[in-house]
């Protein structure tokens, strides 16, 4: 098992990476902002289940045998930048709703959501995590480094980083999706601000999957 100091140490570096500017937190507050900050923590769990994944293939060595083939590089790549797109297409097409003055403002008045959105929501999160190659990679690059093979097997060491990981990456994003939905449901008051925050969101959606589709081992 790896030290306490190791382990600190790997959070520390987590969380900042967690702060650091990305696809993935940018998808938690876009979404946040646009859908409620219970949406966002959805999506935040589904990313940590994609974390699991990641974390999964590095132990078992499946990531360095994806990471060698470019066709199974360039297939995900091309499967999250389409992913990306369709949802680009969906907050372009997002209906505009305005609530009123009493109904927003705060985290309580946020209209709690149906089982089936909250699965949906998880779903996105595990897909946008997953169909993104750089991460799996990331991770490969990433996790290793912390293991230390004189104190054991090195799979559960990935397994305890990768837990590890998971904690800091929730936190991080948990906390930007619960301050983006407040700020975005301020936004519900107005049409206009609404309709200007899914078509910002439909934009940069796009780049991102432009960016995803145009990326390189």
Not at 144 to 151: M, T, Y
Request: charged share 10%.
């Amino acid at each position: 098992m790896p030290t306490l100091q190791t382990l600190l140490t790997f959070f520390g570096v987590a969380v900042l990476l967690g702060l650091s500017p990305g696809p993935d937190n940018l998808f938690v507050l876009l979404q946040s902002a646009q859908r409620g900050w219970r949406m966002g923590i959805a999506v935040v769990v589904g990313l940590c289940i994609g974390i699991i994944g990641h974390t999964t293939a590095v132990a078992l060595g499946l990531a360095a045998v994806f990471a060698a083939s470019e066709i199974a590089f360039d297939v995900l790549k091309w499967c999250g930048a389409a992913y990306l797109i369709y949802l680009a297409w969906g907050a372009w097409r997002a209906p505009v709703g305005v609530k009123h003055e009493e109904a927003v403002g705060s985290p309580s008045s946020e209209p709690r959501a149906s089982a089936s959105d909250v699965m949906r929501m998880v779903l996105r999160g595990v897909v946008m995590n997953l169909t993104n190659p750089k991460v799996l990679i990331f991770f490969l690059a990433f996790l290793p480094q912390f293991a230390n093979p004189s104190l054991g097997p090195v799979a559960p060491q990935i397994f305890v980083f990768g837990a590890v990981f998971i904690v800091a990456t929730f936190l991080v994003f948990g906390s930007i999706a619960i301050f983006s939905g407040v700020f975005g449901n301020l936004l519900l008051r107005s049409a206009r601000g609404q309709r200007w925050l899914n078509r910002i969101t439909a934009i940069v959606f796009v780049g991102l999957a432009v960016k995803l589709a145009t990326s390189q081992r």
